[in-house]
């Protein structure tokens, strides 16, 4: 039982390149959220998935685009990366809403655009 | 817009000492409210988990309270050792399936 699993754990990427980070997790899930973290910031939201087939914009979607690619699956991609989305992005997922439920998070990617 | 802080950004303490850390938020109409604990280059791994119902969660040393007429929940760790150190974030579920975070305390505990 992995949990929630996320790859690249690390990536440099130049102004304009597009990469997509994958997640899964194994917990039968309904839920999974991407977010990505600054420093002295708390957790963002980008976007989430409530469930299979449906995806909704989080707080700071501007620049990605996601897929929910069957429950176990949801990749977070960037068409053309900028300095600004130099961070550190994480995975979550949880059984039902956030709001509710507990969620359970991926070790992360830290991803850096030159 | 709730807003939830956490004060101080950063605590130093001896091995052995009993700590409090603290979370405020502006909003008192939460479903719940975690605490997640985050090593340096790691993911977050949730300790403890309050519904809007409760007033308190324990695990082991850990002792979460909430009191949402004050906007308020405090982290309790027992007899705090080195393994403690990370950083420890609150986060609060609101309206619309939405979570809020803390920029988390920075605890070390020192041998």
């Known amino acids: 039982n992995a949990g929630v699993t996320q790859t690249p754990k690390f990536q440099v990427l130049k102004t304009g390149q597009s990469m997509t980070l994958q997640c899964a997790q194994d917990?039968?899930?309904?839920?999974m959220y991407w977010y990505r973290q600054d420093p002295g910031m708390g957790l963002r939201l980008i976007y989430y998935s409530a469930s299979e087939g449906t995806t909704d914009k989080g707080e700071v979607p501007n620049g990605y685009n996601v897929s929910r690619l069957n429950k176990r699956e949801f990749s977070l991609r960037l068409e053309s990366a900028a300095p600004s989305q130099t961070s550190v992005y994480f995975c979550a997922s949880s059984a039902g809403p956030r709001a509710v439920h507990e969620q359970f998070f991926g070790p992360g990617t830290r991803l850096t655009v030159l | 817009k709730q807003e939830v802080t956490q004060i101080p950004a950063a605590l130093s303490v001896p091995e052995g000492e009993n700590l409090v850390l603290n979370c405020s938020f502006t909003d008192s109409a939460i479903y719940n409210l975690q605490w997640f604990r985050q090593d340096p280059g790691k993911g977050l791994t949730s300790l403890l988990l309050?519904?809007?119902?409760?007033r308190e969660q324990t695990s082991g040393r850990l002792n979460a309270s909430l009191d949402k007429s004050s906007g308020r929940s405090t982290l309790y760790i027992a007899a705090s050792q080195p393994g403690d150190s990370a950083t420890y974030l609150c986060a609060v579920g609101v309206g619309n399936n939405d979570m809020r975070f803390g920029a988390g305390t920075r605890l070390t505990v020192k041998p």
């Open positions: 917990m039968n899930h309904n839920s």
């Open positions: 309050i519904q809007s119902s409760q």
